[in-house]
């Protein structure tokens, strides 16, 4: 089936080869949820001749890394020469040599990243690298020809690096705020503004990630960049990664939650824990790499209590040997349009009337046919960030990233437009 999937796929993308795109005002890549370990996994074409990754999606990370150990062959990989250009544009001032048999990921004279794995918390130095970077262009509705980065910045990373994700990975993808990360390189490849927007599910079928602006159109005809709901991107002044350099920024993408609300009224919370200090601990970011939503330890279990409360009469039921601890029969509970009918839970924004509204679809997990759990999990009392909302709660939402007028668009639930963010027609003409 996987290799089916992946022939079908490589021939769309040697097809769309021989169409190549000029100037592509935006482009489109799929993404799958891999139901072991709940990572959001993306295909993209690299090297020559093209080989088809599956990179994790990391919303917040710096840059792409690939596995360079295995079956890396391409005639065009190019590893970058201290103080090159390249070294600088990526913040990479280490230079070194390599004493292991030459090949991609081992040169001398060439500067290096620390490639990370958020899920194993792991990460190590890695050659800096370009090569050829192809994804599908898209006039926002259906993919078109290929589009190819010639130059794409990346770093090498060693096997061991894909501990801990999906078994068909090759590496991770960073979208984060970076010169190098996936959106700002291939913004200023194809110079489109640098925004992009991800759309994820969790059904087998693909969601979809675009670059560039809308319009972002699902089945049937549901552009879902309009009615979006914008609230500013914060910068974290202290840097959130694994490795951070002196004095670093983080270049994660941090949102300011005010207040919360269940079933429309205030959660009392410690507002403190909203802000982000002087430290960089504290406030709100958004991971793909967070199953489900993370949250300190007291906005857990405030957040949870007021839930349940509301919830009233409904037959809470054990949970012991599950992933999350408030779980509800779920016979007792009615069904949507937008899923178990349960009190929304608002993210109140920059002002009162500035929310995401969470509905049953993102808030509640099914984990057997009987029963629903409240799908957040407790992350300690001293996290470094109070906040970290996660894949699920992100599902079916359109969310658009704008760097360059640093805010976050937000649809909330697309169900109630009768879509999902599986209805992008990958389908290539022709
Ligand atoms: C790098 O240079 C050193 C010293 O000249 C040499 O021993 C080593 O084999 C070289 N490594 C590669 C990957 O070419
Ligand atoms: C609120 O959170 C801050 C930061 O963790 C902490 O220093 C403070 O003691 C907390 N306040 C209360 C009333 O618990
Ligand atoms: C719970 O059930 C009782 C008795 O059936 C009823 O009086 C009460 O209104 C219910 N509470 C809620 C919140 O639904
Ligand atoms: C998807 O796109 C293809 C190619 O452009 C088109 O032929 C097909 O009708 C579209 N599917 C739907 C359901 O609109």
């Known amino acids: 089936m996987a290799s089916y999937l992946h022939r079908l796929l490589l021939s769309f993308f040697l097809f769309s080869l021989s169409f190549a795109a000029s100037r592509p005002d935006a482009l489109v890549v799929p993404v799958r949820k891999d139901p072991a370990t709940l990572q959001y996994v993306a295909r993209v074409g690299q090297r020559t001749p093209l080989a088809l990754l599956n990179l994790v999606v990391d919303v917040g990370g710096r840059f792409l890394w690939v596995d360079c150990d295995t079956d890396y062959v391409s005639s065009t990989y190019r590893p970058s020469r201290c103080r090159s250009a390249q070294c600088s544009l990526a913040k990479a001032t280490g230079c070194g040599d390599c004493f292991s048999p030459p090949g991609p990921g081992c040169n001398n004279n060439t500067c290096g990243l620390f490639p990370e794995n958020p899920v194993t918390r792991t990460s190590t130095g890695g050659e800096l690298a370009q090569d050829v970077l192809s994804l599908p262009s898209t006039d926002g509705s259906v993919p078109g020809p290929l589009a190819t980065a010639p130059h794409f910045i990346f770093s090498c990373a060693p096997a061991f690096l894909l501990q801990g994700l999906a078994d068909n990975a090759d590496g991770m993808a960073g979208f984060g705020r970076t010169n190098i990360a996936l959106p700002s390189q291939l913004a200023a490849a194809f110079s489109f503004h640098r925004v992009f927007a991800t759309c994820l599910t969790s059904s087998h079928t693909d969601g979809v990630i675009f670059f560039g602006d809308g319009p972002y159109n699902l089945l049937p005809n549901v552009d879902a960049s309009q009615s979006l709901i914008y609230t500013p991107l914060i910068v974290n002044p202290v840097c959130t990664a694994g490795t951070c350099g002196q004095g670093e920024k983080s ?153 360059a007028t640093s805010r976050l668009g937000f649809s909330s639930t697309l169900l109630f437009r009768r879509t999902t963010c599986a209805n992008f027609n990958f389908t290539s003409s022709g």
């Open 251 to 403: 270049d994660e993408y941090f949102i300011g939650v005010k207040s919360i609300k269940v079933g429309d009224k205030a959660v009392p919370l410690n507002k403190t824990l909203l802000s982000i200090d002087s430290n960089g601990v504290g406030g709100t970011k958004i991971s793909t790499v967070a199953p489900y939503t993370v949250l300190e330890t007291s906005i857990y279990k405030a957040v949870s209590a007021a839930f349940d409360a509301a919830l009233g009469n409904v037959t809470r039921v054990p949970s012991a040997g599950l992933r999350f601890e408030f779980c509800y029969a779920a016979s007792d509970i009615g069904s949507t349009r937008v899923g178990p009918a349960v009190p929304s839970i608002d993210l109140v924004l920059q002002s009162e009337s500035v929310y995401w509204r969470m509905f049953g679809a993102n808030s509640m997990v099914s984990v057997t046919d009987e029963v629903y759990c409240l799908g957040f999990v407790d992350g300690g009392p001293s996290p470094r960030t109070s906040i970290v909302i996660g894949g699920h709660q992100v599902e079916d939402n359109l969310l658009q990233f704008d760097l």
